[in-house]
């Protein structure tokens, strides 16, 4: 088959030992691993590698990733607070969902009973992120309520750190979260199966022995598919950073000013662009652009290819310092961030292929 481009390659066996790797990691602490596939819009493949490969619960924030997903036989959970408007759906298609809304939660128990249905709930509490999650001073009513609900059942507290306000996870913040698990547990007479006590941004609390005890699941997703944890950014030893590439094809080579000529204005995108006069330059235009990836992202493999910019289909290098002799129709390669990587995956127009 011929290959087309733009195209993202998907490497099959560095994905499913990325996966087993986070795996041991993480039963180190007794802790299981809730695989977030929404990076990759639930791709029904990708996600049976990573059940293949031992995990027993995902997580997505997208319902309608969920509802793809539905012949995977593993636990399945929402972990974007539920809309009213899909409670229908939630309660088909997930097994548990992360809340903070008593007023979600009594819909979700009123239409569970009025459909002889069951549904979990992970009471998220805000530790400090300012992301999604109760006050802590409020955790304990809102779990007294939910106990109350006769069509949910509490299952467990969950935290997320990093993702709003960039904070880090300690041992103190850690230690609080699970005082609110024993207080509830206790006072409840409640033993909690899924206490979620963050993401890929808690692996360093693992090997640093910082970790409390008692967390039973990380959400990871960032970790499995670019081998990466959060609060350094490093590449976790034993781990691959390069389960996906991202190849464009060459469709212009010129060599041009640096400086457009005539009045500038705005660009497509509604800024006002600066350029510095560099004299004329070596270009490639590739044939992807803004609306398929964020180029902020982007890595050349290539590092002496500088990335000048892009339009909505267009992407322009300069590669003027390059010991390489680019053509029309050579491939260009780049590594991703999690970010270019999420754009790539919602971009109909860039091709998947897995290797």
């Known amino acids: 088959m011929k290959d087309r481009y733009p195209c993202l390659t998907i490497d099959t066996q560095k994905l499913i030992h990325n996966t087993k790797a986070v795996i041991e990691i993480c039963k180190k602490n007794n802790i299981k691993v809730m695989a977030v596939t929404k990076l990759f819009q639930g791709n029904t493949r990708m996600a049976q590698m990573m059940v293949d490969s031992g995990v027993e619960c995902i997580g997505d924030a997208r319902i309608q990733n969920l ?31 992360l809340n903070s809304e ?23 509490v805000d530790m400090g992120d300012r992301r999604e999650g109760v006050n802590e001073e409020d955790v304990f009513s809102t779990a007294q309520q ?31 979260f699970m005082n609110h698990v024993e207080t509830i547990e206790e006072k409840l007479n409640l033993k909690f199966t899924h206490i979620t006590g963050g993401s890929s941004l808690h692996l360093h609390m693992i090997w640093e022995g910082s970790l409390p005890e008692g967390i039973t699941h990380l959400r990871i ?7 990466v944890e959060d609060k350094y950014g490093d590449v976790i030893d034993g781990l ?81 310092p390059c010991t390489k002799e680019y053509s029309i129709g050579d491939i260009v390669s780049f590594e991703m961030n999690y970010s270019s990587l999420l754009s790539v995956f919602n971009s109909e127009y860039v091709y998947k292929r897995f290797i």
Do not use: W
């Open 221 to 227: 997703g960032q970790s499995i598919n670019l081998g």
């Open 240 to 320: 691959y950073g390069d389960v996906y590439k991202l190849h464009a094809q060459v469709i212009e080579k010129k060599t041009k000013p640096s400086v457009p000529k005539g009045q500038i204005g705005i660009d497509a995108f509604g800024n006002v662009p600066v350029f510095k006069e560099r004299g004329n330059l070596k270009r490639l235009i590739l044939g992807i652009g803004r609306q398929d990836v964020l180029l902020d992202g982007l890595t050349p493999e290539d590092r002496e290819i500088e990335i000048m910019g892009g339009s909505s289909d267009h992407m322009i290098l300069n590669v003027t």
């Open 67 to 97: 509802i793809r997903l539905k012949d995977i036989k593993v636990e399945k959970a929402l972990i974007r607070l539920p809309m009213l408007s899909e409670i229908d759906l939630l309660v088909e298609y997930a097994d548990i969902s």
């Open 102 to 124: 008593i007023e979600t939660i009594r819909a979700i128990s009123d239409y569970c009973l009025e459909h002889d249905k069951k549904h979990k709930i992970v009471l998220m």
């Open 146 to 176: 939910i106990a109350e609900c006769k069509g949910v059942e509490l299952v467990g507290l969950g935290v997320n750190f990093g993702c709003f306000g960039g904070v880090v996870p300690d041992k103190e913040s850690m230690e609080s």
